[in-house]
């Protein structure tokens, strides 16, 4: 009971986006891929997607990428705002130009694309906005104010999109993984083995999987999944919520 649709997805160059972007395809849907890595284009390419590269942070950039999905495919049906990025850093040193970049990235951006896909999606009389946020839209931990505050942010974002679209045909959700199995978390393994001296499985089993009841990293694919489902047109009634893939993590 899918219909193709036009769909924008953001961050898509690695990681969940580049699953979300290849789970789109496969479904039979016109994607746009938007990254500021120009290393996307073949990525996105690979999975039968447009590229379009923009920097998120920058207003305009977020603007010409819908621009771009109407131009090349006529109208945007799906939108999933999934770029984001992590600083680690107690508040008191936190750097005020890192909090304000991952704020327009994470918050601004998403709402941003949102506001310029709505015209698109009211007219068709169906949209599907999925906002990629995090176990840390619902919980906290030390170091992350930056990510952490955009992440619940999005929340509110989300749940005063599926209002406002409710009469619409547009839905509106968040979903909330754990850790991930992506460069982005690779990245946080290494640095953390450096920093106590444990080897990445150590780290990967008492940091990352301290407070998860599945002892295991998430796939990407796995995420991609729940877009699919939540992007479909038997999921109409499923809006203004957050669904966790969290191992367990916020059971307890
Ligand atoms: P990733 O680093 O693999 O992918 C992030 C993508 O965003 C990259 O392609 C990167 O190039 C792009 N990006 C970064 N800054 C950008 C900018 N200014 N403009 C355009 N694109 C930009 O990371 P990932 O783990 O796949 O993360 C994707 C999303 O999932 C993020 O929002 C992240 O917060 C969220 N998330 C990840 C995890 C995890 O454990 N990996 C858990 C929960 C939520």
């Not at 295991?216 to 047109?233: G, Q, T």
Request: aromatic share 6%; hydrophobic share 45%; net charge negative.
């Amino acid at each position: 009971t899918n219909n193709p649709r036009v769909a924008v997805v953001t961050g898509t160059s690695s990681g969940i986006g580049e699953a979300v972007v290849k789970k789109l395809c496969d479904l039979g849907h016109q994607v746009l891929a938007v990254d500021f890595n120009p290393a996307g284009k073949a990525v996105a390419e690979a999975a039968g997607a447009a590229f379009f590269e923009a920097d998120l942070t920058d207003a305009d950039a977020c603007r010409a990428a819908i621009d771009d999905a109407v131009k090349r495919f006529g109208s945007v049906d799906i939108l999933v705002n999934n770029a984001g990025i992590q600083h680690v850093s107690p508040i008191e040193s936190f750097p005020e130009q890192k909090w304000r970049q991952i704020i327009d990235l994470m918050l601004t951006a998403p709402f941003l694309l949102s506001q310029a896909a709505w015209p698109h999606m009211r007219e068709g009389g169906w949209g599907r906005i999925v906002n990629i946020a995090s176990v840390h839209a619902q919980v906290a931990s030390p170091g992350k104010s930056a990510y952490i505050s955009a992440k619940h942010g999005m929340i509110g974002l989300t749940k005063t999109a599926a209002l406002e679209g409710g009469e619409q045909g547009i839905t509106a959700n968040a979903i909330c993984p754990a850790y991930v199995k992506t460069p982005l978390v690779d990245n946080q393994i290494a640095d953390q083995a450096k920093l106590h001296g444990m080897e990445e499985q150590e780290v990967i089993e008492k940091i990352m999987l301290k407070n998860a009841a599945v002892k295991r990293l998430i796939e990407p694919s796995e995420v991609a999944e729940m877009v699919a489902f939540l992007c479909a047109d038997t999921a109409g009634a499923v809006t203004g919520s957050s669904w966790n893939i969290d191992l367990g993590w916020t059971a307890q």
